[in-house]
Every structure is written in structure tokens, then in C-alpha cells.
């Protein structure tokens, strides 16, 4: 069982990230492809919050409401040509995602 530290908190190195809308469940809106409901912008940007919500009960109705917005620092959305890519990458020992790669080496900015 893992510990848990009671006072650490994470460090944010990014201010960008991908929202994504979460179930009381912890369950994540998408599709059965595995693709789900998302938007890129500043962390906890309202505007973004507020449109992650209305499309999520446009998609599912009113119990939509029961969930509320998951933000994911440093994260970016992909195209599912450039995640097919990422796994045939994966599958053949090559490093996966070339601009993560490039950002943690410090090529590319945060």
C-alpha cells in the first residue's frame, strides 16, 4: 500500500493542460474508442471549465452536472493519427511522444 505524504502538495511546472470532465464516479467522459471529451487551455481557466460542462450535458444530459471539471497540467491533446503513431513508435522501442521527449530534455518550453 502506498504512502501518503500529508503536507506535500505537487509543483506545477506547466500552466497549460488539458481539461477533461470527470464523473462522481471518477469515470472520465469519452468514447468507446478510448477518446475522450477534452479541451486544451490555461489550468482552471473558467471559460474553458464552462464549456467542458456544457458539452458534457449536451452529450449526456443533466447528470453531467454531477461531475465537474479534471484538469491535467502539461498534458496536450493528439490527433488519433499522431496517437497511432505514438504506439507504433511505442511497439517498435522508439520514444513514443517526440515533444514530450523534446520537453523534458529542455528543447521545447514547458
Known sequence: MPMRLKRAT?????????CLWRMPDGAV????EGRFLSMTGML?????EAKMKKSAVYWIGDEA???EPFWVPGSRQV???EADDQMENLLSGKTPD???SMKQR???GP
Open 79 to 81: 490527433s488519433d493519427s
Open 98 to 100: 517526440e515533444v514530450q
Open 10 to 18: 505537487p509543483i506545477i511546472e506547466d500552466d497549460f493542460g488539458v
Open 29 to 32: 467522459l469519452g468514447d468507446e
Open 106 to 108: 529542455g528543447l521545447l
Open 65 to 67: 452536472l454531477l461531475g
Open 44 to 48: 482552471d481557466d473558467p471559460i474553458v
